[in-house]
């Protein structure tokens, strides 16, 4: 008889406790059509990178706004390496990746996943960017500036191509003196 006791308080205990439970559940607020996403806002990184960086650190202009900033970091005693990550419109992912690493190959399948470098060329902007395919990411690069810049991203050809086209950039000389988070110069291969 005491067995069925203890075995019958644990089931009242565990109702009570589930009651509890659910009550809780209902206070909290739920949206299910939340985006879980959160934009960031990189305008300050992007001046640091500006005043830090020894080539010109590039973040796109004009972009609509269905474009959403995910993730953004410089990292100086990484070859001064500058990431600013996107969600394009199709919410796929586009990043810039720029940094002055001394082997661009192995930087460029660094960030890119182990893409490969491809005989494809694409002309953006007036500038000529080497194609990669990967199993993962694609991108577009251009080695420029003393640095590589790195357009990749699980995007296809051509969003990775309209972020490129809205790169802007400017160099390290124009920072200092109370410039805009806004770069107004667009990166050249002859500079």
């Not at 972020?163 to 200092?176: H, R, Y």
Request: net charge negative; charged share 25%; no cysteine.
């Amino acid at each position: 008889m005491r067995g069925k006791q203890t075995i019958r308080g644990m089931f009242q205990s565990m109702a009570v406790i589930g009651v509890v439970v659910a009550g809780i559940y209902m206070l909290v607020p739920h949206d299910e059509n939340k985006d879980p996403i959160k934009a960031v806002d990189y305008r300050v990184e992007l001046v640091t990178a500006q005043r830090a960086a020894p080539y010109p650190v590039a973040a796109p202009e004009g972009l609509g706004k269905e474009w959403r900033a995910t993730s953004v970091t410089f990292e100086r005693e990484n070859a001064h390496a500058w990431h600013l990550g996107f969600l394009d419109p199709d919410n796929e992912y586009v990043a810039v990746e720029q940094s002055t690493a001394t082997s661009a190959e192995k930087y460029v399948r660094e960030v890119t996943h182990d893409a490969a470098k491809t005989d494809r060329t694409r002309q953006v902007a007036g500038e000529t960017w080497q194609y990669w395919e990967g199993p993962k990411y694609d991108a577009l690069v251009l080695t420029a500036d003393g640095a590589t810049t790195v357009v990749t991203g699980t995007a296809n050809q051509d969003r990775l191509a309209e972020m490129a086209a809205a790169l802007t950039s400017e160099g390290p000389e124009g920072a200092g003196d109370g410039a805009s988070a806004t770069p107004s110069v667009k990166p050249s291969a002859g500079s």
